[in-house]
């Protein structure tokens, strides 16, 4: 059968706007498209495939389980999955783990798990989430309320009640909202969709003195800063903070669709026998997948990887800024950089991209004012340069058009 770009149309819901090109192949840091041109991947399918494509690790897990065990459900546990949950219980704040599918599906648990909480421990009047504007906790009617995006709401009315949107990094709003009627304050480390704005110290501070002071559970949603991705396992550890609940998805499989919320025992409690469930939740090919990416994630020569390659990437985009005034710079933690548009480009972020494409590389727009990279935790110091080049010529071409 052969289908093309022209095949999207014709068959698929049009909630989405995908690319002209269709990657057929990737190894490593690269992709090749059906016409078989090459492109550097620094958009990681939205930093998901931290470890870069068909990373030789994954590919064992996937073959061996493959061959042994696809999935039983929840009825009966499985290996891989206690196997990973016991990794990460390990490796993070962390003593009880949840599997699921997605990262709105590990919000969806940790916002439920945040109302049960409350409602079980303290009675029904505790249940305020509170969350912050430009948030993204995922598309589910529940997960999307607590998202501070009204454009990914609209049109889905009547939503659910008992969410309060604060301006992020605002301590004096924090302090005010913050009360005996809230069960959960929900923070990304870093805001992802909302244009790689990173959480100030005092701000993940002040949100963990208020949650213990007021008998709140502090979630952090690492979807996207975690899984290595900002330097350290999660963005968090950075920060000196800990949470009651996190939740994690994109890069934790490597690109094998997995979620998981984790959770302190005391938090974890509250979704007992019977409250909470998934039927792929835990699926072994998952887990394995999840355990070798996980192993992998964890070894320290990726870990100063990221930092070094994040270092050299901050200064190539400072002197890209300098040399085309198309952005003023960069921000965000480790290998999750944006580049904040200048003002006479604000609203151009598409552009970029799809110069940066002809170019033959991809990256990704995080609003439409800030161009948004996630490259592999593992590229070489050459294939950050070369992506550099070819930023180069995309900002070179519109800045001479104009
Ligand atoms: C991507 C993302 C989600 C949603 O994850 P899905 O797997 O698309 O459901 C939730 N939170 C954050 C911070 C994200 O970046």
């Given at each position: 059968?052969?289908?093309?770009?022209?095949t999207?149309?014709?068959?698929?819901?049009?909630?989405y706007?995908?690319?002209?090109?269709?990657p057929?192949?990737?190894l490593?840091?690269?992709?090749w498209?059906?016409?078989?041109?090459?492109?550097?991947d620094?958009a990681?399918?939205?930093a998901?495939?931290?470890?870069?494509h068909?990373h030789p690790?994954?590919?064992?897990?996937?073959?061996?389980?493959?061959?042994?065990l696809?999935?039983?459900?929840?009825?009966?546990t499985?290996?891989?999955a206690?196997?990973?949950?016991?990794?990460?219980?390990?490796?993070t704040?962390?003593?009880?783990v949840?599997?699921?599918?997605s990262?709105?599906e590990?919000n969806?648990?940790a916002f439920?798990?945040?109302?049960?909480?409350?409602s079980?421990?303290?009675?029904?009047?505790?249940?305020?989430i509170i969350?912050?504007y430009?948030?993204?906790?995922?598309?589910t009617?529940?997960?999307?309320?607590?998202?501070?995006?009204?454009?990914?709401?609209?049109?889905?009315?009547?939503?659910p009640?008992?969410?309060?949107?604060?301006?992020?990094n605002?301590?004096?709003?924090?302090e005010?909202?913050?009360?005996?009627?809230?069960?959960?304050?929900?923070i990304?480390?870093?805001q992802?969709?909302?244009?790689i704005?990173?959480?100030?110290?005092?701000f993940i501070?002040l949100?963990?003195?208020?949650?213990?002071?007021?008998?709140?559970?502090?979630?952090?949603?690492e979807?996207?800063?975690?899984n290595g991705?900002?330097?350290?396992?999660?963005?968090?550890?950075?920060?000196?903070?800990?949470?009651?609940v996190l939740?994690t998805?994109?890069g934790?499989?490597?690109?094998?669709?997995?979620?998981?919320?984790l959770?302190t025992?005391?938090?974890a409690?509250?979704?007992?026998f019977?409250?909470?469930?998934?039927?792929?939740?835990?699926?072994?090919?998952?887990?394995?997948?999840?355990?070798?990416?996980l192993?992998?994630?964890?070894?320290?020569?990726?870990?100063?990887?990221?930092?070094?390659?994040?270092?050299?990437?901050r200064?190539?985009?400072?002197?890209?800024?300098?040399?085309?005034g198309?952005f003023t710079?960069?921000r965000?933690?480790?290998?999750?950089?944006?580049a904040p548009l200048s003002?006479?480009w604000?609203?151009?972020?598409?552009?970029i991209?799809?110069?940066?494409?002809?170019?033959?590389?991809?990256?990704l727009?995080?609003?439409?004012?800030?161009?948004r990279?996630?490259?592999?935790l593992?590229?070489?110091?050459?294939?950050?340069a070369e992506?550099?080049r070819?930023?180069g010529?995309a900002?070179a071409?519109l800045?001479?058009?104009?």
């Open positions: 059968m052969q289908v093309s770009r022209k999207f149309d014709e068959v698929m819901v049009p909630n706007a995908p690319s002209d090109i269709v057929v192949r990737g490593g840091s690269r992709l498209d059906q016409q078989g041109r090459e492109y550097l620094f990681c399918g939205i998901v495939t931290g470890l870069g068909c690790a994954l590919i064992a897990a996937l073959h061996e389980q493959a061959g042994q696809w999935h039983v459900s929840n009825v009966m499985n290996e891989p206690l196997k990973l949950a016991s990794r990460l219980v390990e490796l704040f962390a003593d009880r949840f599997f699921c599918n990262g709105a590990a969806e648990a439920k798990l945040a109302r049960r909480h409350a079980v421990k303290y009675g029904a009047h505790k249940n305020q969350s912050f430009n948030a993204f906790h995922g598309r009617l529940f997960t999307v309320s607590v998202g501070g995006q009204a454009k990914y709401t609209q049109g889905f009315e009547p939503l009640g008992g969410i309060t949107h604060l301006p992020f605002d301590l004096a709003a924090l005010a909202a913050v009360g005996e009627q809230t069960c959960a304050v929900v990304e480390p870093v992802g969709e909302g244009g704005m990173p959480a100030t110290p005092e501070a949100a963990r003195q208020l949650c213990d002071r007021h008998g709140a559970l502090l979630v952090f949603d979807v996207q800063s975690g991705r900002s330097g350290t396992l999660y963005a968090h550890e950075q920060y000196g903070v800990t949470p009651d939740t998805a994109k934790l499989g490597g690109g094998f669709p997995i979620g998981a919320m959770a025992a005391d938090a409690a509250s979704l007992a019977g409250t909470h469930g998934s039927t792929y939740g835990g699926n072994a090919l998952a887990c394995a997948v999840g355990l070798a990416a192993e992998a994630l964890v070894d320290p020569a990726l870990m100063a990887n990221v930092r070094a390659r994040s270092a050299q990437l200064e190539g985009l400072g002197v890209l800024a300098a040399e085309h198309l710079g960069s965000g933690m480790g290998l999750l950089m944006g003002d006479p604000k609203g151009r972020a598409k552009d991209v799809n110069a940066a494409m002809r170019h033959g590389l991809w990256v727009v995080a609003g439409p004012d800030v161009l990279m996630a490259p592999p593992n590229i070489s110091e050459a294939d950050m992506g550099l070819r930023l010529l900002c071409e800045a001479q058009a104009g």
